[in-house]
């Protein structure tokens, strides 16, 4: 290597650490979707807001012995009928924060936050 510049060899070397940083984090920027449960039980949901990143997923797990849905004021989702025992899993696509209620529990209410 009498003939090749070390001025060159170091700057390959250097962009090459580089490339390799930048790939390092992109695959940590691309984290694994979570999975995040939410209770319902005695006609309350607990936690009563959850954040969540895009792509993850929410369990509402129903504990309760009465009928519950999960519904988005904003129209967003709408679990439909939970029954006792059963559950409904959403996966949000986008950002943004809803509030969310049962159809038959006016005060069931919840919060979900999407970043």
């Known amino acids: ?3 090749f510049p070390k001025w060159l060899a170091a700057s390959a ?4 650490l580089w490339l390799g940083s930048s790939a390092l984090g992109a695959a940590a920027a691309q984290r694994a979707p979570v999975k995040h449960t939410v209770t319902i ?3 309350s949901y607990s ?3 959850v954040t969540v990143a895009v792509g993850d997923s929410i369990v509402w797990v129903n504990k309760d ?3 519950h ?3 988005a ?3 967003r989702y709408d ?3 939970i029954p006792a025992g059963g559950s409904w899993t959403y996966t949000p696509k986008a950002t943004g924060l809803s509030a969310y209620a049962c159809n038959y529990h006016t005060t069931m209410r919840g919060t979900l936050r999407v970043r």
């Open 69 to 71: 849905t999960v519904t």
């Open 73 to 75: 004021r904003d129209g």
């Open 13 to 16: 070397g250097v962009l090459l």
């Open 41 to 43: 039980d005695a006609t």
């Open 79 to 81: 679990s439909h009928d």
């Open 1 to 3: 290597m009498s003939g």
């Open 47 to 49: 936690p009563k807001t």
């Open 65 to 67: 012995i009465l009928v």
